[in-house]
Nanobody, 119 residues
Framework: QVQLVQSGGGLVQPGGSLRLSCAAS????????MGWFRQVPGEQRELVAR???????NYADSVKGRFTISRDNAKNTVYLQMNSLKPEDTAVYYC?????????????WGQGTQVTVSS
């Protein structure tokens, strides 16, 4: 069982920056693909960025060039650096750990962190 504890987030003005962190425990962190998702009320949760165990990354088109996902396997932590924030980035952000184990998909979520971009 993997536990994911998020930190960071809060209120920032448009054009500002924030960094989210997600610390994992209870599993072999390096085996997991780590991701950040976000959700606004009434909408589906959407993928923001993902980083595979080997370091390959992918991003939603809406955040490319502004957000950077990274991981520190020694610290069992994944980060999301968010720059040039826009009001439409306002959402609850969730950390996710994912891997395929045989025929099963193993999937864990953090508690969620509010990010509000507003002047």
């Amino acid at each position: 069982q993997v536990q994911l504890v998020q930190s960071g987030g809060g209120l920032v003005q448009p054009g500002g920056s924030l960094r989210l962190s997600c610390a994992a425990s209870g599993g072999i962190f390096s085996l997991y693909t780590m991701g950040w998702f976000r959700q606004v009320p009434g909408e589906q949760r959407e993928l923001v960025a993902r980083i595979a165990s080997g370091g390959t990354t992918n991003y939603a088109d809406s955040v490319k060039g502004r957000f950077t996902i990274s991981r520190d396997n020694a610290k069992n932590t994944v980060y999301l650096q968010m720059n040039s924030l826009k009001p439409e980035d306002t959402a609850v952000y969730y950390c996710n750990a994912f891997r395929v184990a045989g025929d099963a998909v193993v999937d864990y979520w953090g508690q969620g962190t509010q990010v509000t971009v507003s002047s």
